[in-house]
């Protein structure tokens, strides 16, 4: 599998509480935080679902 890496660009102030436990599961705790992940669809359906929040490089 190919890795991703997914860097949050905006804070999470503001949106629901899903949102934030989303960005709590894929590792991200503060703005410009980076993480790198494993391209599975479990983890592309997190990141777009939060997509207006973070940055994602394959």
Same mark, same amino acid.
């Given at each position: =599998?190919? /890795?991703i /890496?997914?860097?949050q660009v905006k804070s999470k102030i503001g949106s629901s509480a899903r949102? %934030? %436990?989303?960005l709590e599961a894929l590792g991200l705790r503060k703005i410009n935080g980076t993480v790198e992940?494993?391209?599975?669809?479990?983890i592309k359906? =997190?990141?777009? %679902?939060v997509s207006h929040l973070v940055t994602v490089q394959e």
């Open positions: =599998m190919a /890795k /890496k997914i860097t949102q %934030k %436990k989303t992940h494993e391209a599975t669809p479990q359906g =997190m990141v777009a %679902k």
